[in-house]
């Protein structure tokens, strides 16, 4: 008789909570995370999101009327403070220190062997966070230990999010005329001579002085601004709700495109106006120029780690094409008094083309966030 196979072992169980602020960086980086685990980690994912509904328009094969769903092996639920969920997991990421409810703290403390506990910090390129990458905080009742951390740039942090072959399926989408089919499904065309641009800002970024220089540039321009805060900004210096002719330059509003989709458009566009934190990471990954607007924090951080970007070593080609990109940068971001210089940096682009490709094949070259985080937590359950 032939015994039989063992049982496989369950396989661990992650749960992810998360909290909107605004914007959708939070739920961006989530979502990924979670599927990437899933996806390429094996791993029994459940993401909760206190309004899930918000990330069907990233998500669109989300469901926002249902309560609970399974998308891309990733179970996908709604939590709040009150709420009872059952069972603590082996591990509990709470994204961004959103506090998961008081009931499932304890369920934690509770287990026979406590869960890893991960705080997903914000991503800085700031020095100090190599330093607390890892850092331990026990709580002071349960017996239970938080760790934190943190994305980043460099040997010491968290790394970056990056699914596996990313690089790979850009590069072939390019050589398959990618751009020209993404065009298509948008209903636009673009000659080869045109510069495409996508722009996604807040509506804090200086347009004004951008539209003006479009206005008078010699190069046709095209120029694709999704819906919310840049389609609003646009639509406040413009008028009406386009699409715009200004001289040369074309701006026309898109749809917001799943996640799948903006990356492809980031990797089509010849310079990306990006935001925040998800999208600028997924600007490095398409290794085309882009233009940074950093997320506004309210105890003043942000200059600072504008500042540690453009300080890392390489990420800026080295002259005046870098110098004049982090100038464009600084103006963009209110932190110089001068006016985003739009010729200087269309000259620059060849050079920032190929530097962008340098950099997103160096970044890609170091372990990825899910992997480092697996491997993290493989050692503390
Ligand atoms: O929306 P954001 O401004 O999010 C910000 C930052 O994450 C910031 O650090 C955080 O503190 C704040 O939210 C609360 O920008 P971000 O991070 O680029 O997130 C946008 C997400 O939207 C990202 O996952 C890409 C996605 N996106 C699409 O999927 N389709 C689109 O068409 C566009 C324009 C974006």
Redesign the pocket.
Known sequence: MKTPAPCPAPRPRWDIFCKV?????????CW?LARQLAVEHGLAVRLLVDEPGLLA??LPALDPALAEQEVQGVRIGAWTEAQALPGAADVVVEA?ACDPPAAYLEAMGARSRPPCWINLE??SAEAWVAGCHGAASPHPRLPLVKFFFFPGFGPGTGGLLRERGLLARRDAFLAAGGRDILLQRLGLAAGSDTLLLSL?C?DTAPLEALFRAWSASSRPLLCLV?P?K?LAAASRCLGGDGPWQLGPARIVPIP????A??DE?LWSCDLNF???????V?AQWAGRPFVWQI?TQEDGAHPEKLEAFLALPESLPPGPGGETLAAFWRSWNGASDAAPDWEALVRALPLLERHGKRWSEKLGSTPDLAASLVKFCESRV
Not at 21 to 29: A, K, Q, R
Not at 256 to 259: E, R, T
Not at 274 to 280: K, M
Request: glycine letters at 12%; a negative charge; aromatic letters at 22%.
């Open positions: 602020i605004d914007n959708l960086g939070d739920m961006g980086v990924r328009p990233l961004f914000y991503l996604f807040y999704p919310g840049p917001f495109l799943s996640q989709d903006y458009l990006v935001r925040g934190e998800d999208s600028f997924r997320y």
